[in-house]
């Protein structure tokens, strides 16, 4: 009995370890399910479970060396061949796909970021060159860089004609080659609203009749300031002599009406 319990346990890790393999290396919900004698069933469990580890391990191993081997290709080339060692088997197969796909999308993302630094530049520059026979995604990238190129190369005349109007009393146009840039330019120097305030500032500084005093961050618009101090100082000179006048027919009309008075009293004192 013993000596046919030791087959029967020999002959289910056999049968186990056979079972579990395969079933390890397809990836199987692991289940060490069978039927014979309690010594059988033992084996094949032993069995089961060394067999279910290593193929695991051995599919786990080629599915790396998959990915490998498709991600190798992928650096290379666009277009997937799957080697016939891989291609016979769905598993293998997905692997090797992926690796080479995962290495086209890296090298796609890398000349992406190429052609968007190279319209960027263009763009900047304002002369297009758009690549030609490239992916749909390259010339994208492309254009996208070259529009955002466009725009900073837009904000960098706008801010040249806003602090323009910092410095002018009224608008100059510029001596631009290219006539988008003039337009550039006038739309930033008629945006220059702070100009109004400064404006303001010293008019009003002038019309109180206070001392000139250009704020500090106001002092490379002098020329501005300067003007429109000098309107507000003009209107209080031409205030305060309009006063004065009024003060003066004051003045004289009450002693005319004083002197009158007397002359009315003096008159009477002689009459009596």
Do not use: C
């Amino acid at each position: 009995a013993k000596v046919i319990a030791e087959q029967d346990a020999a002959k289910g890790e056999k049968d186990g370890y056979a079972v579990g393999l395969k079933n390890g290396y397809d990836e199987k919900e692991k289940s060490a399910v069978s039927k014979g004698s309690q010594a059988y069933l033992s084996g094949y469990s032993t069995g089961y479970s060394k067999g279910y580890d290593e193929g695991k391990t051995k599919i786990a191993t080629e599915k790396k060396l998959a990915d490998q081997a498709g991600y190798s290709l992928g650096q290379k080339q666009d277009k997937v061949e799957i080697p016939t060692k891989y291609a016979n088997n769905k598993t293998l197969s997905n692997s090797f796909t992926a690796g080479f796909n995962k290495a086209v999308t890296e090298r796609d993302k890398k000349r992406e970021a190429e052609f968007n630094t190279l319209g960027y530049k263009d763009g900047k520059n304002d002369k297009s060159n758009e690549p030609k026979n490239v992916k749909p995604s390259f010339l994208t990238a492309y254009q996208k860089g070259f529009e955002k190129g466009q725009q900073d190369l837009k904000q960098s005349y706008l801010d040249k004609g806003y602090l323009a109007a910092f410095t002018m009393l009224e608008y100059k146009k510029p001596k631009f080659e290219n006539i988008k840039y003039i337009t550039w330019y006038l739309e930033g120097f008629e945006s220059n609203k702070e100009v109004l305030k400064i404006e303001k500032m010293a008019y009003n500084m002038g019309l109180k009749g206070e001392k000139l005093s250009i704020p500090r961050e106001y002092i490379d618009s002098k020329v501005i300031f300067d003007y429109h101090y000098e309107i507000g100082a003009l209107k209080y000179e031409e205030i305060e002599r309009k006063q004065n006048t009024q003060t003066g027919t004051g003045i004289g009309l009450m002693f005319l009406a004083w002197l009158g008075r007397r002359f009315y009293v003096a008159k009477k004192m002689i009459i009596a």
